[in-house]
C-alpha cells in the first residue's frame, strides 16, 4: 500500500507540475516562477509551534513564524535580528532586554512583547502538554510554574516593560541564550487567533489549521493536502518583505527516499531530504555538484524502555552499546561521513569533546550480558526495534541486528511504523528500543542533555536520576562556562554509566540540490533562512498584494 501510495503521489506531482507540457520539467518551470519544490521527509505532526518536535516541522514554521531572533544566512553561531531588532543583557548575561521593530501578523495585528508573554505563557502551562517545555526552564521560575508548584504566571522571568520592549530574567549566565532563541518552541502565537479557537490549553485548537493560520514570518500558509503538499506564498504582511526573494516554497512529505530521488533527476524537486546510502558512492561520482555532505550537529541513537524486560537491566543496555562497531557501520552502511557515536553529546561543540563511553568492546559486552543472565545470549526474550518508515532507519536498524546476533547471539526484531504512529507509540512508552535522532536547538551540550532530565517531554525512555538532574538544574546557575561544561560532563557519564539510550553515530547533513537554487550554505544546525533564497533565472518577485 505504501508504494502504492507514493507511486501515486508522483504520477500526481508530475502531472500537475508540467504546465508547459513535457518539454520543460518541473523543476525549471518552478525555478523560472521563483517556486522552491522541497522534499521534506515526512506529513508534519502539525505546524503549532508549542505542539510539535520534528525537524520536518521546523522547515514549514520557520516560513511562517519568526521569533526574537532569527537564522543568520551563513553562520548558525551568529543570532540573526528577527522580531527584535537589537538586544542586550545586564553584563552578567543573566537579564536580557530584547527591542521589538514595527512588525504585523498576517491578519494585520501588530506584533507586542505581550505577544511573546502570552505564547511562552502558553508554552509553560501543564495542561497543554508542550513536550519542549523543559527548554524554557533556563528562565527563573519556569519550572516551577510548569510543574504547578505556582499557578502565578508573574513568577515567571519575563514581562513586557511596554509594546516595544521584553525583559528576559534567567536563573544564571547563559551568554548562548540568544542561539536559544532560534528555535521555533520560542516562536510567539497570535494571542487573537489562539484565543478565538480554544484558547491557551486546548491542544486541538484550529487556529493552526489552512483556515485559520496567522504568522509572522517571510511566507504564509496557502495549501495544505494531506500526505501530499504544503504550500507557501510570499507574504506582504512581513516586516522584511522586500528581502524576500522567491514567490513560494512547496513542501512534500515523502518519506521514501527511492521515490525522491526519482523525484530529483526526473526534475520534480529542488531539494531532497535524504540520499539512500548505498547510493551515496554513486552521486559523489556522477552528480558530484548536486550531492551535498556537510557537518551537522546532532546524533542518531536507539532510545530503550528501561522499564521493559531485559532492558530494565543496566547491563544488558550497556552491553547492546558496546557490541556495536560504529566505525563499520558509518564506512560500510551509512556511507555519509558520520562519525562514530560514541557518546550523546556530538562532535562540534567547541570546548566540549565527545564521550567515549559507547566505544566498541564486544568481549565487555559478553560479559555484562552473562552477568546480567544470558551466557551467549541464553535465554534473551523476543524483542523489537522500532523504526519510523525509511530506508535507510531499516539499514541501520538491519546492521545493528546483524551485530548484536554476531558479538551477543542475540536475536532482535524491527518493526517499522509511519512517522505519526511512531511519534505516538514512543511517546507512550509502547515500544522496547525506539530509532531515534537529535538535532541540536543550538550550538551547545545543554542542547542535548537537558532532553534526558526525569519527566523531559522528549526523554520518553521512563528513565531518570535525581543526580543527573540536579547537575543539569546546577549548571544553569553556574558562574562561568568551564564550571557549566565540568558539571555538564558529569551528567554525560552519569547517563552514559546508566545507557537509556544507545549511541550510533553522529550525523552528517547528506541530500540532493539544484545547483541553480542560490543563497543556501552549509549549516551546523541546518537552519537556513527561506526568505534569503532565490533561483537566478527567476523573474523578480510578484510584488505584495
Known amino acids: 500500500m505504501k508504494l502504492v501510495r507514493h507511486a501515486l503521489l508522483v504520477l500526481m506531482l508530475g502531472l500537475g507540475l508540467s504546465a508547459c507540457g513535457d518539454r520543460e520539467r518541473a523543476t525549471d518551470t518552478a525555478a523560472r516562477e521563483g517556486v522552491l519544490l522541497w522534499g521534506n521527509g515526512t506529513e508534519p505532526k502539525g505546524l503549532d509551534p508549542h505542539l510539535v518536535t520534528g525537524v520536518p516541522e521546523n522547515h514549514i514554521i520557520s516560513s511562517l513564524i519568526e521569533g526574537l531572533i532569527a537564522y543568520h544566512p551563513d553562520n548558525d ?5 528577527g522580531m527584535a531588532e537589537s538586544w542586550e543583557h545586564d553584563g552578567q548575561y543573566t537579564v536580557w532586554t530584547f527591542h521589538l521593530r514595527d512588525a504585523k501578523w498576517t491578519n494585520g495585528d501588530p506584533v507586542v512583547a505581550g505577544d511573546f508573554v502570552y505564547s511562552w505563557h502558553r508554552a509553560l502551562i501543564p495542561e497543554l502538554g508542550n513536550q519542549y517545555a523543559e527548554i524554557f526552564y533556563v528562565m527563573k521560575g519556569a519550572q516551577a510554574f510548569n510543574e504547578g508548584k505556582t499557578k502565578d504566571f508573574s513568577t515567571v522571568g519575563v514581562k513586557a516593560l511596554d509594546d516595544k520592549t521584553l525583559q528576559v530574567t534567567l536563573n544564571g549566565p547563559a551568554p548562548y541564550f540568544p542561539n536559544m532563541l532560534k528555535h521555533y518552541s520560542w516562536f510567539p502565537v497570535n494571542p487573537r487567533a489562539v484565543e478565538e479557537h480554544g484558547g491557551m490549553a486546548d491542544r486541538q485548537s484550529g487556529w493552526s489549521t489552512l483556515e485559520n493560520y496567522v504568522g509572522n514570518g517571510p511566507f504564509r500558509l496557502k495549501k495544505w493536502v494531506t500526505n501530499q503538499e504544503i504550500e507557501v506564498e510570499r507574504s506582504p504582511t512581513y516586516w522584511d518583505a522586500k528581502t524576500v526573494k522567491l514567490n513560494g516554497i512547496r513542501f512534500f512529505p515523502i518519506e521514501n527516499a527511492g521515490t525522491e530521488e526519482v523525484m530529483f533527476r526526473g526534475g520534480r524537486l529542488h531539494l531532497t531530504n535524504n540520499v ?15 550531492l ?26 550497556k552491553a547492546l552499546a558496546l557490541a556495536i562497531d560504529r566505525k563499520l557501520l558509518v564506512e560500510k552502511v551509512t556511507k555519509g561521513g558520520q562519525l562514530p557515536g560514541t557518546g550523546f553529546v556530538p562532535a562540534g561543540v567547541p570546548g566540549y569533546p565527545p564521550s567515549d563511553r559507547a566505544d566498541f568492546h564486544p568481549e565487555e559486552a559478553r560479559k555484562l550480558l552473562a552477568e546480567a543472565g544470558y551466557p551467549n545470549g541464553k535465554g534473551f526474550p523476543k524483542t523489537e526495534i522500532l523504526v519510523n518508515t ?14 548484536w546476533k554476531e558479538h551477543l547471539n542475540v536475536d532482535i526484531g524491527i518493526y517499522n511504523q509511519e512517522w505519526k504512529v511512531y511519534l505516538n507509540n514512543v511517546t507512550n512508552g509502547d515500544y522496547d528500543m525506539a530509532r531515534a535522532g537529535w538535532i541540536g536547538d543550538y550550538v551547545d551540550p545543554s542542547a542535548f542533555l537537558n532532553i534526558m532530565t526525569t519527566g523531559n517531554g522528549n526523554n520518553d525512555t521512563n528513565w531518570g536520576d535525581p543526580r543527573y538532574d540536579a547537575l543539569i538544574r546546577d549548571a544553569q546557575r ?23 539510550v544507545i549511541p550510533i553515530y553522529f550525523y ?10 542560490k543563497g543556501w550554505h552549509p549549516k551546523l544546525l541546518d537552519n537556513h533562512p527561506q526568505k534569503y533564497l532565490y533561483f537566478e533565472e527567476q523573474g523578480q518577485p510578484a510584488p505584495a498584494e
Open 390 to 403: 525509511l530506508e535507510t532507519h531499516r539499514q541501520i536498524a538491519e546492521a545493528l541486528q546483524a551485530m
Open 478 to 500: 553556574a558562574p562561568d562556562e568551564k564550571t557549566r561544561f565540568a558539571m555538564l560532563r558529569e551528567a554525560e557519564q552519569i547517563m552514559m554509566d546508566a545507557m537509556p
Open 292 to 317: 551535498k555532505i556537510e557537518p551537522y550537529l546532532g546524533n542518531y541513537y536507539y532510545k530503550i524502555n528501561v522499564e521493559r524486560k531485559p532492558f530494565n537491566d543496566p547491563r544488558v543496555r
Open 276 to 290: 539512500l546510502n548505498d547510493k551515496v558512492p554513486v552521486f559523489k561520482k556522477k552528480m558530484p555538484d548536486e
Open 508 to 517: 552528517t547533513r547528506v541530500y540532493l540540490k539544484d545547483p541553480r537554487l
Open 77 to 81: 553561531m551568529i543570532p540573526a535580528p
